[in-house]
């Protein structure tokens, strides 16, 4: 995805303000943006597609701003100095119903409107549908949230609620802050008639789970597990890396979960059936907090990193609880694996097309099974420890990845690993001779 994400400046905070009405009305929304100048600047460009756009001023002076495609090229009245300072405000009408379809995915994502509300599935490029935004996933700012709502709804967002304030027509503004630096692939902002239920996880860390107020009762049994969740991650990858979690129940008939940065948003459909299934959701996306959240994809192609450790531990954790053995899922995979990599890409080489395909997911969590076979289980916890400490709250990718392995194994593996990772055939499992991969034919 070349073009994600745009140069010459980073940003240091967003500030957005939602003027919310109705699941399906387009609302006032600003957005505004302190950047520093990289380079001098005479022109830049933000991420932002659809919505009305209105006015766009560069620290206070009406700037000239252009779509294109995704881009939104904003020409500054006066150029930018390098390494200096300055604040873009993006005035537009939101368009709440934005969305977007990926043939690779489940789900259609960018707003999703609930029957009293919305929520935000942004991954991997429809952050952009609603806010303007430097949208790439190795990219992170803070966000600071103003959302306006009818009396009678609330409204959430990542981090901490800082506030709200009742204005004198009723209207009450939420203000929020996401507390840690956030990826635009990962902002939450959510809407609805919701109750917040209050728990707390090991050391005391606030937990608070957002649900709509029918779905309370009926989601508890499986929302209440989290504590259970968070103490076996941190067994095996030390200390959950935010200042909060809560899992988000979407009222929404979109299938998909998704590991929004300190609120996981989860389908109400996902916790209310199996639970063998639920657990391995709400583990999965609690994972993804280690590994795509905290430590940040370095590009869309290192995808296989995030989503390979979320579905390893997801399984993992399944096998202690009842679900199948890690083993016979792994085997599984093993059997697709050719057939994966002739249709989906190596792990660490999607197309923008196969991104979110199985590939990413158990053929990726079985590159990380083949790596804990190879060097021992005992190294790869000090491997899977050391990753998730050394790249806390930084951006990593595939190469960081083999290095940090190799230097905690003792030895180099890059010969083992790089035709897993890029080869058109799969290599051989190590410990398992008699596993077969299913032949491809063309
Ligand atoms: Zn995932």
């Not at 579905?311 to 009842?322: A, I, K, M, N, V």
């Amino acid at each position: 995805m070349p073009l994600a994400g745009n140069g010459g400046y980073t940003v240091r905070r967003y500030t957005l303000d939602f003027d919310w009405r109705a699941p399906r009305t387009p609302f006032a929304a600003g957005a505004t943006v302190e950047a520093t100048a990289t380079q001098a600047l005479s022109r830049f460009d933000l991420d932002f597609a659809g919505n009305t756009l209105h006015r766009v001023t560069v620290d206070g002076a009406r700037a000239a701003a252009e779509r294109a495609g995704d881009e939104l090229v904003i020409t500054p009245a006066r150029p930018i100095p390098r390494g200096s300072a300055f604040t873009v405000r993006v005035d537009y009408t939101a368009d709440p119903t934005l969305r977007r379809h990926r043939d690779d995915a489940i789900q259609d994502y960018g707003w999703t409107p609930t029957p009293d509300g919305t929520v935000i599935c942004a991954q991997p490029d429809g952050a952009r549908l609603v806010f303007p935004a430097n949208d790439h996933p190795s990219l992170r700012a803070p966000v600071t949230f103003r959302i306006t709502t009818p009396a009678g709804l609330s409204a959430v967002a990542n981090g901490r609620l800082v506030g709200t304030h009742r204005r004198p027509d009723g209207r009450v503004r939420w203000t929020y802050d996401s507390e840690e630096p956030i990826a635009a692939q990962l902002v939450q902002m959510a809407i609805g008639k919701f109750t917040f239920v209050d728990s707390s996880g090991p050391r005391g860390l606030p937990v608070r789970d957002v649900v709509p107020d029918g779905l309370v009762s009926d989601t508890e049994e499986y929302r209440s597990l989290t504590r259970e969740h968070l103490a076996w991650l941190e067994r095996r990858l030390g200390p959950y890396p935010f200042r909060r979690y809560g899992v988000l129940v979407g009222d929404t008939d979109q299938p998909v979960a998704l590991e929004t940065q300190s609120l996981s948003v989860v389908p109400k459909d996902d916790l209310l059936g199996d639970r063998v299934d639920a657990e391995r959701n709400l583990v999965h996306e609690l994972t993804h907090h280690w590994t795509g959240d905290s430590i940040a994809l370095r590009r869309w192609s290192d995808l296989w990193l995030s989503e390979g450790h979320a579905r390893f531990y997801e399984r993992l954790y399944s096998e202690e609880h009842g679900g199948v053995s890690l083993e016979s899922a792994m085997r599984a995979a093993y059997e697709q694996h050719d057939r994966w990599r002739h249709d989906d890409g190596a792990p660490a080489e999607p197309t923008e097309a196969t991104l979110f395909r199985a590939m990413r997911y158990d053929g990726s969590a079985l590159v990380l099974y083949a790596l804990r076979e190879q060097v021992g289980s005992r190294a790869f916890d000090r491997i899977e420890r050391a990753w998730v400490t050394a790249y806390r709250g930084r951006a990593a990718g595939t190469g960081d990845f083999v290095a940090l392995a190799s230097r905690i194994a003792g030895e180099d593996l890059r010969p083992f690993l790089t035709p897993w990772l890029y080869g058109s055939r799969t290599p051989p499992m190590p410990g398992h001779p008699d596993w077969q991969v299913d032949p491809v034919e063309d």
